[in-house]
């Protein structure tokens, strides 16, 4: 079997005080799991995607059912378009920030990332759940599944916002799939590496 991808269309949602876009996709990567959290865990940074200029941890702890808890911060020179500063009366932004919570169970081999934006999050919120398991049947592949929601505040033309954070959000995870193989790849070689030289010794 090859990669394959899966994307479900995203809806709207019309609320008194706010409107909702759910964008999503599935991808499976063709190598195991182990090999991609690796990969997922050294994703930044990476040439696909040299917005992303910092990124701090702040917790990193093991909690008592063994799994690995971490929060992240994530900053990028991302900013809203031209259009959209004018708009929302903004002024240019250097750097927009992302928190992020993650959980790593090794004992059902998943990893799920949780994420929130910061910055604009007054007036648009983006919630995006990334998760990691392996393909059901197949050791050898791992699945990827990612969905945002896309949240709008009380604002007349929030479905061209939605509409640009959805395509910005698809942009981004189809960068994001081509940092993981590129890291995968970069591992592999690095563990051939390792195993050529113990050989040799």
């Given at each position: 079997?090859?990669?394959?991808?899966?994307?479900?269309?995203?809806?709207?949602?019309?609320?008194?005080?706010?409107?909702?876009?759910?964008?999503?996709?599935?991808?499976?990567?063709?190598?195991?799991?182990?090999?991609?959290?690796?990969?997922?865990?050294?994703?930044?940074?990476?040439?696909?995607?040299?917005?992303?200029?910092?990124?701090?941890?702040?917790?990193?702890?093991?909690?008592?059912?063994?799994?690995?808890?971490?929060?992240?911060?994530?900053?990028?020179?991302?900013?809203?378009?031209?259009?959209?500063?004018?708009?929302?009366?903004?002024?240019?932004?250097?750097?927009?920030?992302?928190?992020?919570?993650?959980?790593?169970?090794?004992?059902?081999?998943?990893?799920?990332?949780?994420?929130?934006?910061?910055?604009?999050?007054?007036?648009?919120?983006?919630?995006?759940?990334?998760?990691y398991?392996?393909?059901?049947?197949?050791?050898?592949?791992t699945?990827?599944?990612?969905?945002?929601?896309?949240?709008?505040?009380?604002?007349?033309?929030?479905?061209?916002?939605?509409?640009?954070?959805?395509?910005?959000?698809?942009?981004?995870?189809?960068?994001?799939?081509e940092?993981?193989?590129?890291?995968s790849?970069?591992?592999?070689?690095?563990?051939?590496?390792?195993?050529?030289?113990?050989?040799?010794?």
């Amino acid at each position: 079997l090859h990669s394959s991808k899966k994307t479900y269309s995203s809806r709207l949602i019309h609320i008194p005080i706010e409107s909702m876009r759910i964008w999503g996709t599935e991808y499976a990567f063709n190598d195991r799991w182990e090999c991609i959290i690796l990969a997922a865990f050294r994703k930044y940074p990476n040439i696909f995607n040299p917005s992303v200029r910092a990124l701090d941890v702040l917790e990193r702890r093991v909690d008592e059912r063994g799994r690995l808890i971490s929060k992240r911060i994530i900053g990028t020179s991302w900013s809203p378009p031209s259009w959209a500063v004018k708009l929302l009366g903004l002024t240019k932004m250097p750097m927009t920030y992302v928190s992020e919570s993650s959980v790593l169970d090794l004992r059902d081999k998943t990893l799920t990332l949780k994420s929130t934006n910061f910055t604009l999050s007054s007036i648009i919120r983006i919630d995006e759940t990334v998760k990691y398991s392996v393909v059901p049947g197949d050791n050898n592949r791992t699945l990827l599944e990612q969905e945002a929601r896309i949240t709008v505040f009380k604002l007349p033309f929030s479905g061209s916002l939605e509409t640009l954070m959805a395509d910005r959000v698809s942009s981004m995870a189809a960068m994001g799939r081509e940092a993981i193989e590129e890291k995968s790849e970069l591992i592999k070689r690095e563990l051939e590496s390792i195993a050529n030289h113990t050989d040799s010794h």
